[in-house]
């Protein structure tokens, strides 16, 4: 990979009293690349994605982002903010405001950009995400798949480097899974940097450019999806695929 990295991991410890969510993590995303984090519930992925984004934190190691280091002063945390995207398990939309208004929120309050143009530029990423029709709906009229979509086309209104995504699927109806992924296929194709937490084996094996398998706050393997998915060298990886129904055949 030539692209320069964007965001860097060195040995992230992370503690919640007596339980070590993060034991030690190193981990490297270079820009444009795509990285899933794979593995099983409670092994660290999403402490990884919090940490990152300056939400929580760390104990040990150190975050660098785009050539700074992330900490907890203010400067530092405005910085992540305002060029580091996340989009959560369960949406965090503003239940009062309009689709239209969730999506111009960050632009017109922390970018400072005036109402006329934030909306300009929140109508074309609902359009980008199939919800064109739905700006004066408020989050309660929609569907989940809808609702994530919104959160999509939010994270995007900040125009970031970086896009987290934190099991986006995991909230939502079977039916409505597929319009999500569809929409972040649609980003990685055209280049956005993403670091993905995903249960979504299939997806990470067509999107990703390298998965990271996570067990007990731990990398316990890394490579490309072929690595992981065909022929996996460690022994948990393979365990934790074969619980899921993936036995490394092509698809």
């Known amino acids: 990979m030539t692209a320069a990295p964007i965001l860097v991991f060195e040995n992230v410890v992370k503690r919640y009293g007596a339980l070590t969510a993060l034991a030690g993590v190193s ?5 444009g690349e795509v990285v899933c984090l794979i593995g099983p519930s409670g092994s660290g992925k999403s402490t990884l994605l919090r940490c990152a984004n300056a939400l929580d934190p760390l104990d040990q190691g150190r975050i660098s982002f785009d050539g700074h280091e992330v900490r907890s002063s203010e400067a530092s945390v405005r910085l992540v903010r305002q060029r580091m995207g996340m989009v959560f398990q369960n949406f965090e939309l503003f239940p009062h405001l309009t689709v239209l208004r969730n999506v111009t929120i960050g632009p017109t309050t922390v970018l400072k950009l005036g109402q006329a143009e934030a909306d300009a ?3 074309k990423l609902l359009a980008k995400v199939g919800l064109a029709d739905k700006e004066t709906s408020h989050p309660s009229a929609l569907s989940g798949g809808q609702q994530q979509r919104v959160a999509i086309a939010r994270a995007l209104a900040m125009e970031p480097a970086l ?4 099991e986006p699927t995991s909230a939502l109806d079977p039916e409505t899974i ?3 992924l569809s929409v972040m296929k649609t980003l990685a194709d055209e280049g956005m940097t993403m670091l993905v937490v995903t249960h979504e084996m299939d997806f990470a094996r067509r999107v990703a450019n390298r998965v990271a398998v996570f067990d007990k706050g731990r990398v316990i393997e890394e490579g490309t999806p072929q690595e992981i998915f065909t022929a996996p060298k460690v022994p948990r990886t393979r365990d934790f695929l074969s619980h899921l129904g993936w036995h490394g055949e092509s698809k």
Do not use: C, P, Q, W
């Open 121 to 123: 530029r929140a109508r």
């Open 178 to 180: 597929g319009e999500v």
């Open 27 to 31: 981990l490297t995303l270079h820009r």
């Open 163 to 166: 896009m987290l995504f934190d």
